[in-house]
């Protein structure tokens, strides 16, 4: 709700988003990072926290007010509340009281009693035995005159128990206990054990004397009263009872009487000075029993729908039991501060506590997961979390701070029971935010971390909903996109709204018989009036009094008001009396002065102090060792890994690995296999398989007296599906090598006819193809040609694509819908003379058909580059991108970008969604290029009005629907890097390159211009100039967030730990870097001299499916030494299987 507040001075209602850079999200990013790399310390924390608060809860409170603990909610509305003199015409009755101290909180000493009872009955008459009941054929009362003595017997009849009249009265004293009489007394071996036995007694009128409204400034220990300040005697009468008119008179005769024995405040015994308070019990009504239920549905509903749209699918469960647990924590530890601060929380209705706590709680924790999701599953937990918790946490600490404030505004104005609620609701908000950073964002971690759990978020990011939904027609409506969640006012202002409305409707509840002017004014005197009033004390300072007489009557319970509205308004639920200040009595001779100050907290902390604190250190002890246990049995890989990770003060985004000494020169030539190996090719006719996460190796072996054996010169690799086979391009033969059995497969003639391969890929039969057969093998040859290797037949197809010369040739294959048929692949060339063909195979024949698109000239056409997941392809021309139907080939969309520099144009997509037409979308599409004009790599992203949307690549002059967002709709962010150097983009949506650092000011070791292009040993060249040159030249950028990012991120390509160990010493002089390609979903390999430089953001898991966890699904292409990449290879990467094990030497 802050949001649309600050509208005026913001222009817009968005939730703002920090910079990275900005200083606040930096530390909450910090701390994020932090709690999930140390997630097992934080889950403890948080667990001892939660015992620590929750534990005390049940000893804090209880159903008897008399034991000094708490009083619980009940099903009903109570309150005490002074009430403004021109509210009313007449109360209902009239309080009277007189308290009664001997030295201080010694007023239960028999001399004290033996004083109270002798002033009692010197105003009311002989009390001894009360027991007013009348015969019911008695002689009716006549009112005596009002300055004349009552005698018992007609004071009796007046009594309320003989009949409610304008003339009744009751009373009740503490002398009650002993039956008001002097002997019991004196007698008594035992007055405490007396008066706790005697707490439940009943008077006459079924009033139980409790020690709240018997005794003042009480202390208890054990549950038990073991000392008393004050004895107060009250009595209650109706504005035309003679007793009271008797009280009054002889109260002012008693002070000058009794003033040699007491000590009397007022010293004329006139109590002049009054104030009107009104008591409530209300039950809870069916009418507040059925907006209870539902709003409780409400939420109920809320919590569903808005559950039903996070993208993670096993663990939802675990999700909503976090949350539930989350929130029930926040509430009990709510309850116990309360209690502490001695909040009274029992005038409010037990069933209002959890709804507000529930609304506030789930928009955080489903932001806060929501952001998880939208992170890239390939970065590691820690660098997850702490992005989301950074991203979203200062939205939650300003929506709190905003809570804070209306709360307390709202506590200003209202009852103190709504005034309590509002307390309540503000330490819950605290400590649920305490929580949330804490116990939810732990469990969070765990989650992720976990490999079941993980695999869940990560299939979310790629796999749409396949659940059938019907086209919208129509235009949405405003509630629907509230029940879709499609609009703010469904997320943001809902915990807001509910805590409001409720703290309203409890206000409204105590004024319900008023009008609303009346409610409203009565409230605004309600709350500033008594802010700024002073208590009464200035008579009462000298006797030092334990509790003052307002105090004392607002502590008054709820079961007492119930008691005196039965018998006063029996019909009602809430009565006004016309209190007036108490007549005082100090015994002479009394010792006021406080021995100990009062105590700070309720009675029932320190006995919970004294008997339970080491039970609660025990319970805690226990329970943290159980969940470090628990913890440690369930994720004891995951911690181990973690603990690797734990050497910096945050995880790294970018991470640098180096594979060496598998060559003596240059690498020019590399290769992935789907399950994380790496083939690289060298100009020394050297062949390496590398093991990427060991750094282990193997190498093909060739020999160069055998055709069949020798694969150089090498035209193009290209590695099978199943990782299985390697298959060698050389100009008159195709060498196929086992990369199980470490030998020479197959060898078949081909002819290059002196042209290069422009692409050679597998066909993908993975499901029709038995193990261990020899897919085919596809050549597309430059000079327009094509060629179908079949190994098992042991014979060669040739096709023609197009009569003029590729510039571009990239598979497209259709995605796959479930069939156990393999998806069908197609090929896209483009030509010199920018004709597209698609070429596609029929009953086992490749058939090409050129592509005529009648709205775009034939001319610029650069490349083409597929977007599988949503059966599109993209045409890169000069200043252009068209969006082509792969099915239709019609032109959907064009782009516009600056001058691009010849195939520089490769793309990102985000996670596939379903778009509201049913069909495949993404969240973000994102282009990438360098710019003819400057060489910067620019990067223009094109995002959804909404962000729960999609991109729905369907024809915008006829979409399915009228809410899907076409591309013609979108809004685009543009970025720019400045010397991008080699780069490409990965299947985590990350866009990494390597680049050479410029020279400052011309100094530093360059290399000498008549060496350009040389290699030399490191041998020749001093090791320290050598390592020095290179560790400070070359670095590494990635950006990885494209949506909120601003700039790029930066280190050194060559790692601290490489230098320290001198591998750098075997490294050749670099000018210029190698071939770079894709590996996994995560990294980039760069071949950097002789060596391999394998750069990784975030965390790389080669044992998952880059297809399940990004939704693509491409032919892995060769890359080439010196070549710039045309953005179609795309490499795709199983996952690796324990069982092949390594296989390196």
């Given amino acids: 709700m802050i949001w649309y507040l600050l509208y005026p001075f913001r222009g817009t209602t968005e939730v703002p988003a920090l910079a990275p850079t900005h200083p606040l999200r930096r530390v909450l990013t910090r701390y994020g990072r932090y709690a999930a790399r140390h997630v097992l310390a934080t889950l403890l924390i948080s667990v001892a926290l939660t015992l620590i608060l929750v534990y005390p809860c049940p000893f804090l409170y209880s159903d008897d007010f008399t034991t000094g603990a708490s009083n619980v909610p009940h099903h009903v509305w109570t309150d005490a509340q002074p009430l403004d003199e021109g509210s009313i015409s007449e109360p209902d009755v009239i309080m009277r ?64 128990v003989n009949g409610l009249t304008n003339e009744s009265w009751f009373f009740h004293s503490p002398l009650q206990y002993w039956c008001c009489d002097a002997e019991k007394v004196s007698s008594d071996p035992d007055i405490l054990a007396t008066v706790n036995e005697g707490k ?69 015994g006139r109590s002049m000075s009054s104030q009107l308070y009104e008591f409530q019990f209300r039950p809870v009504s069916a009418q ?20 039903s749209k996070i993208r993670a699918l096993k663990s939802r469960a675990g999700l909503i039991i976090t949350m539930l647990i989350q929130i029930m924590a926040s509430m009990a530890s709510s309850f116990t501060v309360c209690a502490i601060l001695k909040v009274d929380l029992s005038k409010i209705p037990y069933a209002a506590y959890p709804l507000v706590v529930f609304a506030i709680s789930i928009e955080n924790s489903f932001r806060l997961i929501n952001a998880v999701i939208m992170t890239s599953p390939n970065h590691s937990t820690s660098y997850r979390i702490g992005e989301a918790f950074g991203e979203t946490a200062h939205v939650a600490v300003a929506s709190r701070v905003q809570n804070l404030l209306l709360l307390w505004l709202l506590s200003k104005m209202t009852f103190t029971g709504v005034s309590a609620f509002c307390t309540f609701a503000a330490i819950a908000i605290l400590l649920d935010f305490v929580y949330l950073s804490t116990f939810f964002l732990s469990v969070l971690s765990i989650d992720v971390q976990r490999t079941e759990l993980s695999d869940a978020l990560d299939k979310a990011m790629a796999t749409a909903n396949h659940k059938s939904t019907p086209p919208i027609k129509g ?40 009008g609303l002017a009346t409610i409203l004014g009565r409230a605004m005197k309600l709350s500033w009036k008594q802010t700024g009033k002073a208590p009464k004390s200035s008579l009462l300072i000298d006797i030092h009094q334990a509790r003052s007489p307002t105090s004392w009557l607002r502590l008054q319970d709820h079961e007492t008001a119930r008691e005196v509205i039965n018998i006063v308004k029996p019909w009602a639920h809430s009565y006004i009396a016309r209190v007036y200040d108490p007549l005082i009595f100090v015994m002479k001779g009394a010792d006021r002065m406080p021995r100990n100050g009062e105590r700070l907290f309720l009675p029932a902390v320190y006995d919970f102090i004294h008997h339970e604190l080491h039970r609660l250190i025990v319970s805690v002890l226990v329970c943290v060792c159980l969940v470090w246990l628990f913890m440690n049995y369930l994720l004891w890989d995951e911690l181990a890994e973690a ?31 789907r399950d994380g190996h790496l083939v690289s090719a060298g100009l020394d006719r050297i062949i390496q398989v590398w093991d990427i996460r060991t750094g282990s190796r193997s190498r093909v072996m060739s020999d160069p007296d055998r055709p069949e054996e020798n694969p150089f010169p090498i035209l193009g690799m290209a590695a099978s599906y199943d990782s299985n086979w390697l298959a060698l391009l050389s100009p008159q033969r195709v060498l196929i090598w086992d990369l199980w059995e470490h030998q020479w497969a197959k060898s078949i003639h081909v002819d290059m006819v002196g042209h290069r391969a422009e692409l050679i890929f597998f066909s993908d039969e993975r499901r029709t193809t038995p193990t261990g057969t020899l897919p085919s093998l596809n050549i597309v040859r430059r000079n327009g040609t094509m060629l179908e290797v079949k190994f098992d037949e042991e014979r060669v197809k040739e096709y023609v694509v197009c009569r003029t010369p590729l510039i571009c040739a990239v598979p497209m294959q259709e995605k796959s819908s479930g ?29 090409s058909d050129e592509l005529k698109f009648p709205t775009r000239e034939e001319k610029d056409v650069q490349a083409v580059i597929p977007i599988a997941a949503c059966s599109v392809y993209l045409i890169a021309r000069l200043q252009t991108v068209d969006v082509v139907d792969f099915k239709s080939s019609k032109i959907i969309h064009t782009f516009h970008t600056e001058p691009m520099q010849p195939r520089s144009l490769k793309h990102l997509r985000s996670s596939s969604r379903q778009a509201h037409c049913g069909s495949a979308g993404l969240a973000s599409l994102t282009l990438a290029y360098v710019s003819s004009e400057t060489g910067d790599c620019v990067l223009q992203t094109y995002l959804a009005l909404d962000e729960d949307s999609a991109i729905c690549f369907c024809d915008p002059v ?102 320290e160990e001198g591998r ?50 491409l032919i892995n292409l060769t890359n080439r030494r010196r070549k710039t990449t045309t953005g179609t290879s795309r490499s795709k990467v199983s996952p690796f299987a324990a069982a092949q094990g390594h296989r390196a030497e």
């Fill in 958 to 1059: 006829s979409p399915k629907t009228e809410t899907c967002c076409v591309l013609s709709s979108t809004r685009e962010l543009k970025r720019r890097v400045k010397d991008p150097g080699n780069w490409e983009t990965l299947l985590n949506g990350s866009i990494v390159g390597v680049r050479m650092k410029p020279l400052q000011g011309g100094k530093g070791h360059s290399t000498s211009p008549t060496l350009t292009g040389l290699r030399r040993r490191a041998a020749a060249v001093p090791k320290k100039h050598h390592s020095t040159s290179q560790r400070d030249r070359w670095e590494v950028w990635v950006m990885s967030q494209l949506e909120t990012q601003e700039n790029n991120e930066t280190r050194p390509l060559w790692a601290e730990e490489e230098e």
């Fill in 97 to 160: 009281s007189v308290w009664v101290h001997g030295s201080y909180m010694k007023a239960l000493d028999k001399e004290v009693l033996l004083g109270a009872l002798e002033l009692q009955d010197e105003i009311l008459g002989p009390t001894k035995n009360f027991d007013p009941r009348q015969p019911s054929d008695s002689v009716v009362a006549v009112v005596p005159n009002a300055n004349s003595d009552l005698d018992p017997a007609d004071r009796d009849r007046f009594h309320v």
């Fill in 819 to 847: 069939s156990p048929v393999a998806p069908q692949s197609s090929i896209l060339t483009v030509s010199r003379r920018s004709c597209i063909h698609q070429v596609t195979k029929h009953d086992d024949v490749w058939v």
């Fill in 475 to 514: 235009r949405q409506t405003w509630t629907d996109a509230i029940i879709r969640g499609n609009i703010a006012l469904s997320t943001r202002v809902a915990g807001t709204i509910v805590m409001v409305g409720f703290v309203l409707m409890a206000q409204w509840h105590f004024l319900e018989n008023e």
């Fill in 643 to 673: 603990k690797r990770d734990t050497g910096e003060d945050e995880d790294p985004l970018l991470s640098v690995k180096t594979l060496s000494e598998g060559h003596l020169l240059d690498v020019a030539m590399l290769t992935a296999c």
């Fill in 1064 to 1113: 750098d010493t075997e490294h050749l002089i670099i000018s210029s870097l190698g071939p770079i390609v894709k590996v996994g979903g995560s990294s980039a390999a760069v071949g950097f001299g002789d060596t391999i430089k394998v750069i990784t953001v975030g965390h790389e898991r080669f044992d998952d499916n880059p297809a399940d966890r990004f939704g693509e699904d």
């Fill in 288 to 307: 507040d029993s059925v907006l209870l239920v539902v709003a409780y549905c409400l939420m109920a509903v809320y919590f569903i729908l808005t559950l």
């Fill in 200 to 268: 439940s007694r009943s008077t006459s009128v079924n009033v139980t004397l409790r020690h709240s409204i018997v005794f003042s400034g009480k202390r208890f220990e054990d549950r038990r009263l073991v000392a008393a300040d004050a004895l107060v005697i009250t009595l209650i009468h109706l504005r035309n009872s003679p007793v009271g008119r008797q009280w009054e008179r002889k109260a002012k005769t008693l002070a000058a009487r009794m003033a040699d024995k007491w000590t009397i405040i007022p010293p004329d």
